[in-house]
């Protein structure tokens, strides 16, 4: 039983440029196969290694597997969808899996768009692909495909979806292979060492309405933080790894299991440093602690400060305030650890304007880095559906956040990318004479000039914003770009069927919770039943998470943005 774990080869010019991301998904899901007794299995990194179509080609008429696996967040289900067409077309035999967010909600689009693949695996994919390997091994495959929880698939002209596969309550018995990764192909721009993105939990203990964390994960689980150690112990000590992202969308959630994690790094004396995204009010909450979390070697915190003005906070209904995230950034400077903003831009109430003023914000609180994503709005989420007509592209390949996705009532695309373009100009030659080079502390000084290296070489190369690809050349240029957006494609409108099981799929409540999180689920139920109510932006929330169950829902730290780890390979941290 020969199985094949393919990345697609999508690159958009975001996250990309601090390096080469290593894939965590392909390691969980072959840690666990091998635990269930499959060890025959491969990968190929498209990706990583530009692996052309025809060369893709090449790889499977050789190979010849029984399975071929891939994944895609929604900016790569193209690529995604041609990778497995061409795997069909040289292996006509083999079993062709689909797997990751977008997948999980929006497989009636990818069916109808890509009748060759055989299976969708919906949600967390380890034991629903454990589950289809057996299958096939067995001889159960197709016949017995209907019993497969977790999985959509044709049935003639029939979509079949069945119903969730539980989730994976001891989330330590899922046990990563990261040798089935080249680690020497994994290298992070700024410290010049091999990357790695491991995780301390799954989901998040909060139903959001706006957000896709909890509704893939279905449940929020926390690994043992020693057990997560042990794993980042074989990651440099076996790979040669010298940093690594935390994947959670918000590991200081709990932060009892966060310290745990913290001191088990500080005992072990790791030479590893890590980063991680957080909230502003977690890092408000943790002031006392910060200097403990740079011991533990935690050098880069992203946080989703997100909003140009007061204005747009409230908009977001985000409960940080300005004065919070200059506080919260002045306070990792202090205890020595490097500070990244993020700004989403492009909402539809963008000006020239308002542009200016989250540049001068963002130099006002002084932080190391600084982001301007494109708000996008996933085709899966509530806040897609809520926009209406107002969604002009569904064009998904350029669902990424470097691509004017809306369109601001006060300014075409084009004016827009030039905005966020002067704003990460101004920013990064300001820090490059004024800024890096002057840094006291010579981790935090090795650390920023290496991104400020990792930003100016996809500059120069113009792969930063696919900028070369969009034919942008500065100022001068703005007229004259042209974002590519195929306007064939069209959003496949669900059937009745199809759409009540998604909707029951992202309503069902996760794990039994104690009565007061119930009632405040309740609430927050009722209160998103109103137009953009209860919608809240990463930062958000002004309570935290007891030891236990949390006592009322407030807002995640992630924004609208996928999990990274095993739903995709392209962490939310950039630079």
């Given at each position: 039983m020969r199985i094949l774990f393919v990345h697609?080869?999508?690159?958009?010019?975001?996250?990309?440029?601090?390096?080469?991301?290593?894939?965590?998904?392909?390691?969980?899901?072959?840690?666990?196969?091998?635990a269930g007794g499959y060890t025959d299995y491969s990968f190929v990194d498209a990706m990583t290694d530009d692996i052309s179509d025809d060369e893709l080609r090449e790889i499977f008429k050789r190979e010849q597997p029984d399975v071929i696996a891939t994944t895609a967040n929604t900016p790569a289900i193209y690529t995604a969808e041609r990778l497995l067409k061409i795997a069909k077309e040289e292996c006509p035999n083999a079993i062709t899996l689909l797997g990751g967010i977008h997948a999980t909600f929006m497989f009636q689009q990818i069916l109808a768009e890509a009748p060759w693949i055989d299976a969708i695996v919906r949600g967390e994919g380890e034991a629903v692909t454990l589950n289809l390997v057996r299958a096939i091994d067995q001889g159960r495959w197709?016949?017995?495909?209907?019993?497969?929880?977790?999985?959509?698939?044709?049935?003639?002209?029939?979509?079949?979806?069945?119903?969730?596969?539980?989730?994976?309550?001891?989330?330590?018995?899922?046990?990563?292979?990261?040798?089935v990764l080249d680690w020497k192909k994994y290298m992070?721009?700024?410290?010049?060492?091999?990357?790695?993105?491991?995780?301390?939990?799954?989901?998040?203990?909060?139903?959001?309405?706006?957000?896709?964390?909890?509704?893939?994960?279905r449940d929020y689980r926390v690994r043992d933080p020693k057990k997560v150690v042990d794993e980042i112990e074989v990651l440099?000590?076996?790979?040669?790894?010298?940093?690594?992202?935390?994947?959670?969308?918000?590991?200081?959630?709990?932060?009892?299991?966060?310290?745990?994690?913290?001191?088990?790094?500080?005992?072990?004396?790791?030479?590893?440093?890590?980063?991680?995204?957080?909230?502003?009010?977690?890092?408000?909450?943790?002031?006392?602690?910060?200097?403990?979390?740079?011991?533990?070697?935690?050098?880069?915190?992203?946080?989703?400060?997100?909003?140009?003005?007061?204005?747009?906070l409230d908009l977001f209904n985000k409960e940080t305030t300005v004065a919070q995230n200059k506080k919260a950034i002045d306070l990792l400077r202090a205890?020595?650890?490097?500070?990244?903003?993020?700004?989403?831009?492009?909402?539809?109430?963008?000006?020239?304007?308002?542009?200016?003023?989250t540049y001068r914000m963002c130099m006002d609180w002084n932080p190391d880095m600084a982001n301007w994503s494109m708000f996008t709005p996933w085709p899966f989420s509530d806040l897609f559906h809520q926009l209406g007509d107002k969604v002009e592209?569904?064009?998904?390949?350029?669902?990424?956040?470097?691509?004017?996705?809306?369109?601001?009532?006060?300014?075409?695309?084009?004016?827009?990318?030039?905005?966020?373009?002067?704003?990460?100009?101004?920013?990064?030659?300001?820090?490059?004479?004024?800024?890096?080079?002057?840094?006291?502390?010579?981790?935090?000084r090795k650390y920023l000039l290496g991104c400020l290296k990792a930003f100016l070489k996809s500059a120069f190369e113009r792969k930063f914003y696919s900028l070369g690809k969009h034919n942008y050349w500065g100022p001068q240029s703005k007229g004259k770009i042209n974002f590519g957006f195929d306007e064939s494609r069209k959003l496949v409108k669900n059937e009745p069927q199809i759409e009540a099981q998604v909707i029951q799929w992202k309503t069902a409540p996760p794990r039994k919770r104690s009565a007061a999180t119930a009632e405040a689920i309740k609430a927050a139920e009722t209160a998103a039943a109103a137009p953009m109510a209860g919608f809240k932006a990463c930062g958000g929330g002004d309570q935290q998470m007891e030891e236990g169950a949390p006592a009322a829902v407030m807002a995640c730290g992630g924004g609208t943005e996928q999990l990274p780890g095993a739903a995709s390979a392209m962490p939310r941290m950039k630079i």
């Open positions: 697609p080869n999508y690159i958009c010019g975001g996250a990309e440029i601090a390096g080469k991301w290593s894939p965590a998904w392909v390691a969980y899901l072959a840690g666990y196969l091998k197709p016949a017995e495909r209907a019993d497969i929880l977790g999985i959509a698939y044709m049935d003639g002209d029939q979509i079949v979806a069945t119903p969730a596969e539980p989730t994976i309550r001891d989330v330590d018995s899922i046990v990563a292979d990261w040798g992070y721009i700024p410290m010049g060492v091999p990357v790695a993105t491991p995780n301390l939990a799954r989901g998040c203990p909060f139903t959001c309405s706006f957000c896709s964390q909890w509704k893939f994960w440099v000590r076996e790979h040669g790894v010298g940093f690594f992202i935390l994947a959670d969308e918000e590991p200081t959630i709990n932060r009892k299991k966060f310290v745990e994690f913290c001191e088990e790094l500080i005992e072990r004396k790791l030479p590893v440093y890590w980063g991680i995204n957080t909230r502003v009010t977690d890092v408000l909450r943790d002031e006392e602690l910060l200097p403990f979390y740079r011991k533990a070697g935690l050098i880069h915190i992203s946080l989703g400060t997100e909003a140009a003005a007061q204005l747009k205890n020595g650890i490097v500070t990244e903003a993020q700004f989403i831009v492009g909402l539809e109430n963008e000006t020239k304007e308002t542009l200016e003023e592209i569904f064009d998904f390949e350029k669902y990424n956040f470097v691509t004017p996705i809306m369109k601001p009532l006060a300014m075409d695309r084009g004016e827009l990318l030039d905005g966020v373009m002067n704003n990460y100009r101004r920013f990064y030659m300001k820090k490059s004479f004024l800024g890096y080079p002057w840094v006291r502390d010579p981790i935090r």
